[in-house]
Structures are given as C-alpha cells and as structure tokens.
C-alpha cells in the first residue's frame, strides 16, 4: 500500500506522497526489496473508490496503478523478487485473468503470483453493471471454480509444446495442445489459453482470509496465505488448523506457506520507534480514522462518539464483508476495552495486522519467537511509510535476521516457486498418463499441487 501501510503514511515528512502513481517510486520500492533478498512485492488492490464518508476521500490515498500492468514494467528492472498481484475472482473471468498472469509469468521469467481475492466492498458491485456485492458464501465458490478452470487453462500447452522448427514448418506440435471444455456452475470456458504454459507451471498461488469458507480455500487451492493475527496464541491456533486441513486435498504442510503480517516502527533505539509511532497517530485525521475502522467492519461508525466504545455490532453471520478482519477488530476492542478513536489509532498502521515496535534486535526478536514457534512460516512485512521503512527493514533488521540464521544471504534460485521451496505443478502431459483415462479425456485432480494422489474435479481436457 503506498506511500505507506498506515492510513497517515501520505502525511509523515520521510514519504514520497506525491509519486504514488510514478514509475521510478515503484522501481525504487522493488529494487531495496530485491537488496534485501525478499521473496517477493506484494501489491495490494480494489476496484472502488468508497465515497461514503466523503471528508476521508479528501484525506487518504485512493488511488493506485493496475498491480498487472506496473508488475509487468517492474519484471524488467529486477531479476530475483516475486510479483504478486492481487485480482479479485468476483469481478473478472478466468480466461483473462489466466492469460495475464501467465503472461507475467513469462516476462519476469517465472516470478509471477496471484493473491486472489472475493472483494469485500459493495462499492466495487456498482462498477461491474451490479446492484449489491454478492453472498459471502458465494463469493468463495466462485473463486473456487475460478482457480480450477485458470489452472485448467495454464495447461492448455504442454511443456515442450513448442518446437520452434524452422525447416519443417511447426513451431508447435499441435498434438500437445489440450482444450479445457469447462462446464460448471459458474464458468463456462472452452480454451485453450492463448499463452505457453508458465515458466512456474502455475503463477504461485496466494490467499488472505481467514473465515470457514476462506480456509478451506486456502487448504484446497493456495500455497501462500497472507493472515493477521494479534496474538502469539491466535497465530498458532490458526497455523495448525490450516495445516491440518491440507491432508484431505491430497497436501503436505510444506505446500502451505502460513506468513502473517506485521507492521514493523523501527528505530535505532526504543525512544526513536515511540516517536515514530507517536507522530504516525498524531497524523490521522479523525474522518480518515472513522472511516477506515467503518470500512474494516463493514459497519458505519461515523453516527456514534468517538471517544466512545464501540456499539452494539451485527452478529458475524449478518457480515457481508470480510468476516475475519470484522471478528479480529471486535475482539480487539473488546478485549483491550477500546474508544471508537483508540480502536482506530491501533489499528490504522496494521489495519488489524500484528504492530512489532522497537530497535531492529527487538523487532528480529519478535519475528524469531513466531516463526520458531509454530505460528508462522515467513512473514509479510508492512511498512508504515515508504521507502524509509523499507529502507529501514532492509538495512537494519535484515542483517540481524541473517545473523541469526534465519534469513537467506543470497538467492538460491530465479524463480519465485525456488525462493519459497515450493514444487512446480507437474505438466499435462504427466496427467495424459493417468489410469483415469476414458478414450480422448482425461479427468484432472483440478490442478492442485499433486494431482496423482487421486483426487476429482471438474476440470476435462480433450487431446486436439
């Protein structure tokens, strides 16, 4: 999120306000990030400007470029860190979505990802020729047969599909060409994709959320998960539940990769970090504040006092928004007995995230006690402005994590599949050699990471 994580980020005097929508900022931002051996950019989106409380549209960032189109540009000034970009399955098609991420995945030389999303926000309906967003519930079936049938479309090719023969004439071999012929309940998509298969045989697949249905998506289809905890206890919890969902799709924990997000002030000493925090809080406007907690909850809260408790909020099973963040936030304020205006200063850097504060022997203290201890498996790191909380993090926590051991000294790969240990997604020509066959289709275990332990879907492909 930029220039910053925190809602004031704009307003603090170190960040860059106004390139929020310049190239050279985003390239900066990749190339400290690259510097500092990280796996990989994540870019946060939406598809809606909210103008509900119009004082906090004039106060707060609300505008950003197409994570697809500035990733495509940064895939050629780095060489190591992974793209993710964030695109939601609620309001795109498969098709699309498929061919632009391979298509990312083959300019950056397989370092491309999807963080899917189901959107959270009515305003974004109104955009979409839609009257009201769609059920919660709904929402995660749909992105289920999304990721299916996008999976489904990457292996319209084969591997070694195309031959390049010059003299012969055939730069494919057409008989490695497979045609989805999709059929569900959402999608009706023939294929085949336009696009060789990706250099990663699938981009890396990322999720957040963490209410029923969005943990056993993330169980069936994901292989990174973006979460937020506030607790050491809540991490835990939910790293095992997660994990202990994965043997039911035919996984191993190790295709999982659980990374919690954490808000990082960092200062040379403890009093530099509570003065960055200090000044971060003075920053909020009170409408940007409300605002925000208002949109976090999916509740308006600008009617009632803000230097008052919450109110009475709607049962989780009323919430048509993102149901686990809503959860978190009630449980924050309830737990630590929070005005409306405390509730939104907690929160408006991590946005429900863990805040980690402190010297970088401190910070690197608290990312080593959840990571050894079994709440998380790397972290996404949110810095409050930019790029002087990158900077910060790069130059002075990265060293003390390599220190200790627990952060690479270099990159071991090119791929972003390589960084994080993750394997690549056998091609379709293995899948041509299952018993399953039935005379020219092949029944698929819908893309998932080890289709031969035996799992359906509804994914056919026809050999042409």
């Known amino acids: 999120m930029t220039p910053g994580h925190h809602v004031a980020a704009w307003r603090y005097p170190a960040s860059e306000a106004s390139e929020v929508l310049k190239f050279r900022f985003y390239k900066r931002l990749a190339q400290i990030a690259e510097r500092g051996k990280f796996d990989l950019l994540f870019l946060a989106d939406g598809y809606a400007v909210s103008e509900a409380f119009p004082e906090a549209v004039a106060q707060t960032v609300t505008v950003r ?35 632009k991420f391979a298509s990312l995945d083959h300019l950056s ?69 497979h045609t989805l012929n999709h059929q569900g309940e959402w999608f009706s998509v023939r294929g085949p994709l336009n696009v060789a298969r990706p250099v990663q045989g699938y981009p890396v697949i990322v999720q957040a959320g963490a ?51 954490v808000f990082p002030i960092i200062g040379r000493t403890e009093e530099e970090a509570a003065e960055k925090k200090a000044l971060l809080e003075r920053l909020i406007p009170e409408e940007a504040g409300v605002s925000l907690l208002s949109n976090l909850i999916s509740f308006d809260l600008s009617p009632y006092p803000v230097d008052g408790p919450l109110p009475d909020l709607p049962e989780l099973a009323q919430v048509n928004g993102g149901k686990s963040r809503f959860q978190l936030i009630k449980d924050l304020a309830e737990r630590d007995n929070l005005t409306i205006r405390q509730l939104y200063q907690r929160i408006a850097g991590a946005r429900g995230h863990r805040e980690i504060l402190g010297t970088p022997v401190q910070i690197a203290d608290q990312l080593e006690e959840w990571f050894v201890g079994g709440a998380a498996d790397g972290f996404n790191v949110m810095p409050p402005y930019l790029p002087g909380g990158l900077e910060d993090f790069v130059e002075l926590v990265v060293p003390e994590l390599q220190r200790r051991g627990l952060f690479r000294a270099e990159y071991e790969g090119k791929t972003l599949r390589e960084h994080l240990r993750l ?11 299952s018993p399953r066959i039935n005379t020219d289709t092949v029944r698929t275990a819908g893309g998932l990471e080890h289709p031969e332990r035996g799992n359906e879907a509804s994914l056919h492909y026809t050999n042409r």
């Open 65 to 99: 470029p197409e994570p697809i189109t500035l990733l495509s540009a940064l895939s050629a000034v780095t060489e190591h860190v992974g793209l993710v970009a964030t695109v939601s399955t609620t309001y795109n098609e498969p098709f699309h979505v498929a061919r």
């Open 109 to 177: 030389d397989g370092r491309a990802a999807w963080n899917v999303v189901t959107s959270n926000h009515s305003a974004e309906a109104y955009n979409f020729s839609r009257d009201e967003h769609l059920l919660h519930s709904l929402r995660y079936e749909r992105a289920r047969e999304f990721i299916q049938v996008a999976k489904g479309l990457w292996d319209s090719w084969e591997d070694d599909a195309f031959v390049y023969d010059k003299d012969n004439a055939i730069f494919a071999d057409r008989g490695k060409l």
């Open 423 to 433: 394997s690549r997604p056998p091609p379709p020509a293995a899948l041509s050699g």
């Open 211 to 261: 209410s029923e249905p969005g943990k056993e998506l993330a169980a069936s289809s994901a292989e990174v998960i973006f979460t937020a905890w506030q607790t050491l206890e809540e991490a835990q919890r939910f790293y095992a539940d997660v994990k202990g969902r994965l043997s039911k799709y035919g996984r191993a924990p190790e295709d999982l990769l659980i990374m919690p997000g």
